[in-house]
């Protein structure tokens, strides 16, 4: 039996190789031919063979599932994709798990199919560390997107933004799992579907039937496979009244699939990451970068670390950091994975640096994460993982540590559909016949494009359609170090306040410093002394090595540079609107923060951002620009719909609005009380 972590399944291995849930005491497959059920009930009662071979030029086409289980259901329509599809058509997976398997299970169960090794083996490369919650896979060079929800799919289907075109519902027996066959199911399930939306299911059971019916679907029993006589499958007959939502986070009209043209404004993570989301997807970019390189500014540093500081309560900015950190290990891993110069999963060590972060680990650790995604160390344990003595216990996370964020960038620009304008100091952003045209400042057009993305970290208020943004720029300065023979025993990250990283080219890079109240570049031989104190922290042992470099402060290599955040430490990702606009559409809320206008956001047409990142951008950008290219295109966004809205750029003019209305009870407070 395997050893499940809280939230793996826990299974069998029955005659034939077979996986047997303990807990549901239940088969994931039919044990006489489980690949050609798949394609009897699944595919063939969807009808994708003929819905596919009918798709146009550049069509999409989604897929959502209850019970990832083996995965052999995503595997069978993507190989069946392959071979029918047209060629630049893009399948979007999404399906609900609540015990996922462990990657090592999973490669059990999908090895009694060779025949589908071509598409499971992508699959099994990225398939690891599957913490609860959102993780996207990104394969096929972008043909095909997987999200799978980690979670009760009570919990997770209604945080779902997509447009269903088929329903694989599957998943264990009603009789042996009647908690997920449910009324509430089948009402999501038609709420999310597209008018021709079709379902099949293993199961003939009438309660399901009747379920499905009473939601809008029209069913009908037809043969079932093999000793199963029957089975259902049918098609949506009515779509739902679809419940309120926010029109400020909702979805703006899509660009036209033949305007495939963007603009993205800005060559660092954020940027780059963005010009590669889109053209794995078949859009050609045309991407400004006002400096003669790529990641000139806060991308440049040497070495940049995965650094994935999360809460046990899980709010907001701990989830969006889980989701993006996972997504960005599967990118690296594949863009760079023959490239030891420009990433290394040596591992990250964040050391409990007092009695307060040692408790938050704790609770952390105990919440069953399974170990390939953290595992809480003592601080012999943790010396041994270093290479060096430390000065605390703490969390390992094994798939993380650093990258050079310049070469990311270079990778992630190479795609041939980016095109790179480079010394592109662009100043303007102006909608001319349908186009957004990027200006100098002496008005000169440098491009355009029907699409535009902005991802110039704090110059994106330069533009007039951001400028009401609320960014902010803060200083941080990285010291460089000479390796010495002591200091390069160390094997992995140390992270606590700051952070140390192995060396690369005999370098280490310490840091960071957190500025506000510098804003040029030069780089301090104050801050190369504060960035020395943080060692006390991490190593004794590297104290000790480099305590003779605090005479040398003035002249140690250093790096400056200045991040971009936002108030609320979360990045702004997304559709843009009108300000001015905005407020008068909305002015309902200043008087009442519960009112739900239905009235349309005043988007501005086709323009987008994606900055904000501050320290994080290597976490984060990746996953940023997944979700800027689901707002663009029109697919199932990456992150539940709360997270969405999170980094969402209206929450500001939002709270705005909100907070007038609080500002105004208060003067009216404050008039009674002088009364």
Known sequence: MSKPSFHSAELDWIEGGQPFSSLFADVYFSRDAGLDETRHVFLQH?????????????????????????????????????????????????????????????????????????????????????????????????????????????????????????????????????????????????????????????????????????????????????????????????RPALPWQAPWYARPIQAERSADHVLVIGGGLAGCSTAHALARRGWRVTLLERHAELAQQASGNAQGILYAKLSPHHPPLSRFIQACYQYSLRLLDYELADAPDAWQACGVLQLAKNEKEAARQTQLAAQGYPPDFLQAVDQKQAGELAGVSVSNGGLFFPAAGWVNPPSLCRQLASHPLVQLHSSAQAEQLQRVDGLWQVRDAQGKVLASAPVAVICAAQDSTRFTQSSHLPLKAIRGQITHLPVTADSSALRSVLCADGYISPARQAEHHLGASFRFDRLDNEPSSEENLSNLDLLAALSPQLEQCFADHRTQAGTLPARAALRCTAPDYLPLIGPLADPLAFAERYAVLAKDASQRPAAEAPWYENLYINAAHGSRGLISCPLGAELVAAWITGEPLPLPQDLAAAVHPNRFMLRRLIRGQAADRQKAGNGASLD
């Open 46 to 238: 969807n009808r994708l063979p003929e819905r596919w071979q009918a798709l146009p030029h550049q069509a999409q086409f989604c897929i959502a599932e209850t019970g990832f289980g083996t995965g052999l259901n995503f595997i069978a329509a993507w190989q069946l994709w392959d071979q029918l599809a047209p060629p630049d058509a893009q399948l979007h997976f999404v399906s609900t798990e609540k015990y996922p398997l462990t990657p090592e299970d999973l490669r059990r169960a999908l090895a009694l199919w060779p025949e589908l090794s071509p598409w499971s083996d992508q699959l099994l490369a990225q398939y690891n560390g599957l913490a609860p919650g959102w993780q996207h896979f990104n394969l096929a060079q972008g043909r095909v997107t997987l999200t799978l929800l980690i979670g009760d799919l009570f919990d997770t289907l209604p945080q779902l933004d997509a447009r269903v075109d088929a329903w694989f519902l599957d998943g264990f027996a009603p009789a042996k799992n009647p908690d997920m066959w449910q009324p509430a199911l089948y009402q999501r399930m038609a709420e999310l579907s597209t008018e021709q939306a079709t379902v099949a299911t293993f199961t003939s059971v009438g309660e399901v039937r009747r379920g499905l019916q009473a939601a809008g679907f029209s069913m009908r029993k037809v043969k079932g496979f093999g000793r199963k006589r029957e089975m259902l499958s049918g098609e949506l007959n009515s």
